[in-house]
């Protein structure tokens, strides 16, 4: 039993070491990238431990009080987003309260989803929603691109969905698999 506890509380002291440590490293590469330092023909692997500790640590302030746990989670040439999001509070910080009716259904934290496609290649990507989910309630095909053009793009208008875009920062490709996404450095 004693052991158990040692254990357990040896675990909680040093999470907050390796979560920091991983914002760190991800910052690190991160900035590598953005700043246009890393060599060409550089392959840099940002591990799903990184990506997840930077997602958390990043998140806007404006959105902070409405966002709880985002997650990312990868596949092979996928990713996979979710969090605790309430909509109300969301919408509230972004300066435009919703009214009484979707106040009343959207009130509270809801499971949100949102698992997407990612191609990339010759220093572009292209970013297809396969599928969100809100409190189990899965939204696809002509639903989803009714939600994206009438709900997503006014508010972000420079939101690449379904499109190609440049990457930037002389990256080549991005792999993406289960362990990280490996971002590969071109000319």
Do not use: C
């Not at 972004?94 to 009343?104: A, E, I, V």
């Not at 990339?120 to 990507?125: K, T, W």
């Amino acid at each position: 039993m004693w052991r158990t506890a040692t254990a357990l509380a040896l675990f909680v002291i040093t999470l907050p070491a390796v979560t920091g440590g991983d914002y760190r490293s991800a910052k690190r590469k991160i900035d590598q990238i953005q700043t246009d330092r890393a060599p060409s023909g550089t392959r840099i692997t940002l591990t799903a431990n990184e990506l997840n500790a930077w997602v958390r640590a990043e998140v806007p302030p404006s959105v902070r009080g409405a966002m709880r746990s985002p997650t990312l989670e990868l596949g092979y040439g996928s990713a996979t987003g979710s969090a605790w999001i309430d909509f109300v509070k969301l919408r509230t910080a972004q300066g435009s309260p919703p009214g009484w009716l979707l106040r009343t259904l959207l009130d509270g934290e809801h499971p949100v989803r949102v698992m997407a496609h990612v191609r990339s290649g010759a220093g572009r990507a292209v970013v297809d929603v396969q599928d969100v989910e809100i409190s189990g309630f899965e939204i696809s095909g002509r639903a989803l691109d009714y939600m994206v053009r009438n709900f997503l793009l006014p508010r972000y208008p420079n939101a690449k969905i379904g499109e190609p875009f440049e990457m930037g920062h002389r990256i080549e490709r991005l792999d993406i698999a289960p362990a990280g996404v490996g971002v590969v450095i071109g000319k």
